[in-house]
């Protein structure tokens, strides 16, 4: 009873009735006041403990004891998760195995319209780098490896940036090129 007249509760009161003069005054809505939430805090363990007992006793249903606990009458069954669909189309969509291309037919099919990505177990093509002048060859092929090694290798020293990501790509230009893109402080890490 102390603490409840020294406590949070005249606190509250105060705070309750300044928000309701801001409320219905200055922003002019007095049809409007304020409302404190979630002082009813619930232990959630004791709250199930609590249920149980009276489910088990025969007083409440479960669907009631559900009800209370803010969830629906009945229990619906979580959905059953399947094994992976591994059969695809040409497209790379999944299929049915009767519409499934096999991997070998997978390389031969059509390339894909413009705009679609597809997923596929093929490598990436080579991508050509444009050296700057007077660096020697002027293109270099990259192999998707390469490129990944790139991206590891920039990722742990240049990154985090502040420069929206303008030293990481300095730094993929640098390894790219070999250690000739013309970014003297990147490139002296792939020399």
């Given amino acids: 009873m102390q603490a409840t ?3 949070l509760v005249p606190l509250k009161a105060w705070v309750k009735s300044a ?5 219905q005054v200055y922003l002019d809505e007095p049809d409007l006041e304020f409302v404190w939430v979630g002082d009813d805090a619930i232990d959630p363990l004791q709250q199930a403990q609590t249920l149980n007992i009276l489910v088990a006793a ?23 998760f399947g094994k992976y669909n591994h059969n695809h189309d040409e497209r790379g969509w999944f299929s049915t195995a009767e519409n499934a291309v096999g991997p ?47 991206r590891a290798q920039c990722s742990a020293l240049a990154l985090p940036t502040s420069d929206f990501g303008i030293q990481f790509q300095s730094c993929i230009l640098a390894c790219e090129s070999g250690g000739n893109s013309g970014f003297p402080e990147w490139d002296k890490h792939f020399r």
Avoid: F, Y
């Fill in 104 to 150: 070998s037919d997978r390389a031969q099919s059509k390339a894909p319209p413009d705009g679609i990505r597809v997923a596929t177990d093929r490598p990436a093509a080579p991508v050509a780098v444009t050296r700057p002048e007077g660096s020697g060859a002027d293109v270099a092929l990259l192999s998707s490896g390469d490129r990944a090694i790139c």
């Fill in 5 to 7: 007249q020294e406590g």
């Fill in 58 to 80: 025969g007083i409440k249903t479960i669907a009631e004891a559900r009800a209370d606990l803010g969830l629906t009458p009945e229990a619906k069954a979580a959905p059953a």
């Fill in 19 to 23: 928000l309701d003069h801001i409320i």
